[in-house]
């Protein structure tokens, strides 16, 4: 079983929302999501993974400078889901979008995170 599983990509153009979903598997990870820091990554074609943002146990969040203000994340602990409520999309937010999780680290280096999601599309046209 998979540990996160995103799901809600697709095509939109610029200025419009999308919101992204991730159902995680606490018996594929280290219990429930309830202890874990949730984040977002996303990888644009020809680039390497940058981070979006995360939320940490106590439902603090963190977004990077070019998504604050337009993106957010929360998260529903009986459902198991982690959401990334993406607003005012621009061409430039064009990529594939990962769900991490990881019981100790949240911040914002990619390799520190154990558990992966295998991705969802995002396209903004102009």
């Known amino acids: 079983q998979a540990p996160l599983v995103e799901s809600g990509g697709g095509s939109v153009q610029a200025g419009g929302s999308l919101r992204l979903s991730c159902v995680s598997s606490g018996d594929a990870m280290s219990g429930s999501m309830s202890g874990h820091c949730m984040g977002w990554f996303r990888q644009a074609p020809g680039k390497g993974r940058e981070a979006v943002g995360n939320i940490d146990s106590f439902g603090d969040t963190y977004y990077v400078d070019s998504v604050k203000g337009r993106f957010a994340i929360s998260k529903d602990v009986a459902k198991s889901t982690l959401y990334l409520e993406m607003n005012s999309l621009k061409p430039e937010d064009t990529a594939v979008y990962y769900c991490?999780?990881?019981?100790?680290?949240?911040?914002?280096?990619?390799?520190?995170?154990?558990?992966w999601g295998q991705g969802t599309q995002v396209t903004v046209s102009s």
């Open positions: 991490v999780a990881d019981v100790k680290y949240c911040g914002l280096r990619d390799t520190r995170y154990n558990y």
